[in-house]
Each structure stands twice: as structure tokens, then as C-alpha cells.
């Protein structure tokens, strides 16, 4: 008989028919960088207000408004500029015991430096500072992402603060009472005003 044969024949041809591969496998990574980014804006309203001749106090608040869109945390500083006569951009804000204030200028009758000089120091006299006139900060407030509230830092006459990432918005709020040591009949009418300045960069 030629089963046996036949039988050992085929267990071979299957043996040789079956291969064995070795696993084919290869990975890569795929990357994106996302960078850190900040964008603020300012916001328009609230901007101006009228002063009253024989007090010297605004007729209403004025308010400073920006948003601040970051992915990270951010430190921030809120500054402001008075202009002076000649063009100089001279430090707004200024602390006198617990209260911070605001340094408004004569924006085409310049006041000098020594005028801003003066209200800034802390001790004013409005015989010399004519077409300075100051107003206490009443706020300064934070709405949304934020790490910490708003510190003024009196060495630098700046607002520190730390947003987190996301959307804040950050509101200074000025008084309408005047520092009386800076506002007499000595300011010209006219228009007057001070730069406020967020910014990601300190001084």
C-alpha cells in the first residue's frame, strides 16, 4: 500500500507551505507646539467725564476698561502716563497715605515737571501745579480668570496682578473727588488726561 507514502508526502508539502514572518511595527510621534500667547485690548465707554469749575471734582466716574485673553498665566502690570510739557511721559500714579491716585494733565497748556513732580510727591501745593489736577482710584477690579488682585507696588507707582489662563477683564474705576492740593483757578480750561497702560512688561 502507498497510504504511508502518500500520507508523509502531504505532511511535508504542508510543513514547507507554512511560513513564519517576523511582526512588522513602527510608530511616530506627531506634534504641534502651541506657543504662549496674550492678547489685550482696550475697551471703548466710560472714558471721560466733565469737572466742575468751583470744586474741581468730575461729574462722574470714570472708568478704564481692558481684556486680557492668555492660554498661561501671565503676570500683569497696570501703569499710567501723564505728559508733561516738552513731551515727557511722566508716572500717573502716585500713593499718598493709603490711597492711590491719578495725575490728569493739560493736554495743549502742558504742565511742566515740576508740576507733576509736585502732586506726585505726596505733599502739593496748587500754587505749583497749575494744569495738574489729581483724583483718588477708587478701584481697581478684576472679572474672570485671575490669580491674584490687583498690589500697588509703591517703588515702581504701578498695579501688579496674575491672571491665569482664559478671558479676564480688568476695570480702574477714578473718583470723582479731587485732591484738593492740586486743583485751584491757576488750571486752564480745556481738556485734561492720562494715558493708562496694561501691559505684560514692568518697569
Known amino acids: 500500500m502507498k497510504t504511508p507514502h502518500i500520507l508523509a508526502s502531504l505532511l511535508v508539502l ?6 513564519a514572518y517576523a511582526e512588522n511595527y513602527a510608530r511616530q510621534t506627531i506634534q504641534a507646539t502651541l506657543p504662549a500667547y496674550v492678547d489685550i485690548k482696550a475697551e471703548e465707554g466710560g472714558l471721560h467725564s466733565n469737572i466742575k469749575p468751583e470744586t474741581g471734582e468730575l461729574e462722574n466716574t470714570i472708568t478704564s476698561k481692558f481684556t486680557i ?17 516738552g513731551g515727557a511721559a511722566m508716572p500717573a500714579f502716585f500713593k499718598k497715605g493709603e490711597t492711590v491716585y491719578l495725575v490728569l494733565a493739560h493736554t495743549t497748556v502742558k504742565p511742566s515737571s515740576f508740576a507733576i513732580n509736585n502732586i506726585t510727591s505726596g ?6 501745579n497749575p494744569n495738574a489736577i489729581a483724583y483718588p482710584v477708587a478701584n ?18 504701578q498695579y501688579e496682578f496674575v491672571v ?6 480688568a476695570l480702574t474705576t477714578i473718583s ?3 485732591d484738593s492740593t492740586t486743583y485751584s483757578f491757576d488750571d486752564r480750561a480745556g481738556n485734561y488726561e492720562a494715558y493708562i497702560i496694561l501691559t505684560d512688561t514692568t518697569t
Open 14 to 19: 504542508a510543513a514547507t507551505g507554512t511560513c
Open 69 to 85: 485673553s492668555s492660554n498661561d498665566k501671565l503676570n500683569l502690570y497696570l501703569k499710567a502716563e501723564a505728559i508733561a510739557d
Open 164 to 169: 491665569d489662563q482664559g478671558v479676564t477683564t
Open 123 to 128: 505733599s502739593a501745593d496748587p500754587v505749583n
Open 176 to 178: 470723582t473727588a479731587v
Open 140 to 157: 481697581v477690579e478684576l472679572q474672570g480668570k485671575y490669580n491674584t488682585d490687583p498690589v500697588f507696588n509703591d517703588s515702581k507707582n
